[in-house]
């Protein structure tokens, strides 16, 4: 019986019933069903253990139940444990003490997916790729908690990796230290006159660092800037605020918020002057660009302020906050929908109507409604995350990369091409025709691994064509539709080669280079970024979009 299983069994019933001296209006006018639920749920739960036909696990049955409450809502709407509490932390003041690198714990191993330049997994000559299966003699297949915990400590602490690769097994020992996890991650002069800032997380830095860096580029002779959000998640709605506020006037709406929930019912105005005045400036989104990076790029659009560039961001329109529980425990609950100054709300998902098979509904383009920006009355649309000023094939993610990118196929591929090739400079990278046709061969003789939404669906279907002992009858074509999906998925690569030759060429990039390496190689070549550039440089051009 797990730890985290325990908590949950012996803390949230307790404060389920606690719960009901909460004074919202709503929760008192629910007030009876409430108490009536949660009376039904302990006597059905008491029952069950009691008189079941075999031995029951009380604590896997709570966790289940916990589960499936929290299905029934949205994703944002999860149980922390004390160790998920920490780590939220950690997020929110960008510090820990570590071995510096961004990991995966994913079965028997943790994977290396990006040591940090100079901090300790990188000065023991750790690379990403590299398969950490066991930390101080404990084996990673063993640990049943999260195994990326044991590489944190106290600094100055040391840890002894066992690790894999390329097939062959080594040692390190490390000496953990205070790793600072940096906002803005990378600022540079893109040109003479236009600065580059990537801000990578909105956490309680996120404005500080911002402002710094631009600041610092000024005095090397900035007088334009982009702001990079792409991959940018989100994090803190104040820092949200306080970012925009860089480049919108004191007493200016950035954001309000909706809830049933009165006390959640909220305006968030900019409380300083705008620091950036008049400078011209172009913000780069993707389809990975959520939550807080949706208000600085959506308040910024709205107050017609600067050129949005790149593909539709994410479309999370919802605000989550924590409420502590018992033993260091929380919920993290949606509390409320967020709104930009023009009125839109651009959640993209609404898990509040699901389709047949349970899944959250997506609004449909032809519904989303039209809006006017608050300065030149440009129409703009909800519904979806925030639309691009300027939209560009490159910045968006096919569905056959999404599902190459999540089955570690680009990342994998990227590995295997470091132990291949050797260079000494970024500008002797090139990612050629041949590369990527060896590429679509790796793939291939990987049997194709990622599966594809209409894969996944024919296999369901077949899957209950056994039950129904059908299979016999349709098993000669449900392989021919495998087979003709196989040659669907080269085809489909194939005629991704931009899109995907551009990630490939990031990741192998980064890998010799580090992510400072990337971006300097980017503010070079990547399309998104030329275009800012050339956006900023039209003076005409920029005014004509923002009027």
Known sequence: MSKKINIKRQILLPIAAAGLLLSTASFQNDFFEIAKQIEIFTEMYKQLNMNYVDDTNPADLMDNAIE????????????????????????????????????????DKITIIEPWKDYPADKAGLKAGDEIIEIDGVKIADYKENAGDLLQGSEGT???????????????????????????????????????????????????????????LQEKGAKKVILDLRGNPGGLLSEAVNVSNLFIPKGKLITSTQSVVAKYNKTYLTKRSEEFEGMPVAVLINGRSASASEI??????????????????????????????????????????????????????????????????????????????????????????????????????????????????????????????????????????????????????????????????????YQSATNEELDDDIKTSYDSMLEAIKKAKKKEVIDKKAELKSLLTDEIVKRYFYKEGLYNYQIKYNPEIRTAIEVLNDEGKYNRILK
């Open 296 to 461: 600085v790029s959506g308040s910024i659009q709205d107050y017609d302020r600067g050129v949005i560039i790149g593909a539709r961001s994410f479309g999370k329109g919802l605000v989550q906050r924590p409420k502590p529980l018992s033993y260091g425990t929380q919920v993290k609950i949606t509390i409320s929908r967020y709104y930009t100054p023009s009125g839109r709300c651009i959640q993209a998902l609404d898990y509040w109507n699901r389709d047949e098979n349970g899944d959250a509904v997506r609004t449909k383009k032809e519904d989303y409604k039209a809006f006017k920006t608050v300065n030149s009355g440009r129409t703009v649309y909800d519904g979806g995350g925030v639309e691009p000023d300027i939209s560009l094939e490159t910045a968006a993610y096919s569905p056959i990369t999404t599902a190459l990118l999540k089955e570690n196929s680009i990342f994998d591929y990227a590995t295997d091409y470091y132990y291949k090739h050797q260079y000494n400079s970024i500008d002797e990278i090139q990612f050629t025709d041949a590369d990527f046709q060896d590429f679509v061969s790796w793939i291939e003789k990987r049997g194709f691994e990622f599966e594809t939404v209409t894969e996944s669906a024919f296999a369901k279907a």
């Open 68 to 107: 499936g409450m929290m299905e029934g809502l949205d994703p944002y709407t999860v149980y922390w444990t004390e160790q998920e509490v920490e780590k939220s932390k950690i997020n929110r003041r960008g510090s820990y003490t570590g071995i510096g690198a961004n990991v995966r714990t994913f079965d």
């Open 158 to 216: 040391e840890l002894t990796l066992k690790y894999k690769r390329q097939g062959k097994t080594s040692t390190a020992t490390l000496k953990r230290e205070g790793v600072e996890v940096k906002a803005v991650p990378f600022y540079e002069m893109a040109t003479p006159d236009i600065g580059y800032v990537v801000l990578s997380k909105f956490n309680q830095k996120a404005s500080r660092e911002t402002k710094a860096a631009i600041k610092e």
